[in-house]
């Protein structure tokens, strides 16, 4: 009697191993993987931190110091609690440049944002060469430094031999020949309003420009067939594909004006009598210029709160606009 038995199979075997961690654990790969983007951003984390956190609470801890040049000299620690908060909340001055800086920021952005616009809504008209040519003059003006830029613009305003009051001269202004641009508030404000408009246009109008390519050409054509005008067609099609980028550069804007430094200083250091000092220069020559260091500390993280509480009421107007429109 013969009993055939079933050959086990030749090829090679399938092996099936079980996980024995269960359905819900999770493999040590995708782990990796989920702390992959929390690694990467670690470098950039790690930079703010070193470069912006530890300045930061360096000045907080300055506010509270009653710090002059003989206790720096002495290296002597004096604290004072809040009575440089209480100084400077207390004093007109405080005040009047807060409402300057607050006013002299409206003025730049709503000019930067307007101009910046009319540039960016050209670009999207130019032809090919002319938009290039544009856009690397906008790109070159972008790019200059601030204080190169500033000197600049000394130069062009000089009183003796500024290009401006020549000019204005040449023009019929005779009385404009000898002109000092930084003698008056207001001349000087028009002055650094000029170059920091000038400054912030390119920004501006590349970031509506860049944003006009995103909208469909097909929207202007069944608004066309509609029978919209250019004017009618702006309102309808371009502008709320552009009110978004119009949101977030007004908010970049007035961080960026809001905290224009080296313009105001360089053009007249203040001046004249101090009636051009914005908050960040107010704490400058407090600090710096009176060695004070404590009071333009506490000016410092006071010019802080300011722009926070400025910034958080424009965001909470933008995002009740946005629940207004769904």
Not at 294 to 305: D, S, Y
Request: proline share 5%.
């Amino acid at each position: 009697m013969t009993v055939q038995t079933e050959r086990p199979p030749s090829g090679p075997v399938d092996v099936t191993k079980v996980d024995q961690r269960g359905p819900g654990a999770q493999r040590p790969a995708s782990r990796a993987g989920a702390l992959a983007p929390y690694l990467l951003l670690l470098p950039a984390c790690a930079a703010t931190v070193l470069l912006l956190g530890w300045p930061l609470l360096k000045d907080l801890l300055l506010s509270f110091q009653n710090l002059n040049m003989g206790q720096l000299i002495q290296h002597v620690t004096e604290w004072n609690g809040i009575d440089n908060y209480k100084q400077a909340l207390t004093g007109e001055d405080f005040w009047r440049v807060t409402g300057r800086s607050i006013l002299f920021t409206a003025v730049n952005v709503v000019l930067t944002m307007l101009l910046g616009a009319l540039v960016g809504l050209l670009l999207a008209r130019l032809g090919k060469r002319m938009r290039v040519t544009l856009l690397i003059g906008l790109v070159l003006a972008w790019a200059m430094p601030v204080v190169a830029a500033t000197t600049v613009y000394q130069w062009l305003f000089a009183q003796r031999f500024g290009v401006v009051n020549w000019v204005l001269d040449k023009l019929g202004w005779h009385s404009m020949a000898d002109y000092s641009w930084t003698s008056s508030q207001l001349s000087t404000f028009f002055v650094v309003t000029v170059l920091i408009v000038w400054q912030s246009i390119p920004f501006v109008a590349i970031n509506l420009y860049a944003a006009t390519t995103t909208i469909p050409g097909e929207l202007y054509e069944a608004a066309a067939l509609d029978g919209a005008g250019a004017w009618k067609s702006f309102t309808t099609v371009t502008l709320p594909f552009l009110r978004p980028f119009l949101y977030a550069t007004t908010f970049l804007e007035v961080i960026w004006i809001f905290k224009a430094f080296v313009q105001v200083f360089t053009i007249n250091g203040g001046g004249p009598d101090r009636l051009t000092e914005i908050l960040p220069v107010y704490a400058y020559i407090e600090g710096v210029g009176n060695q004070h260091y404590g009071m333009g500390a506490a000016i410092a993280v006071l010019t802080i709160l300011i722009l926070l509480v400025i910034t958080a009421y424009y965001l909470r107007i933008v995002l009740k606009q946005e629940e207004d429109e769904l």
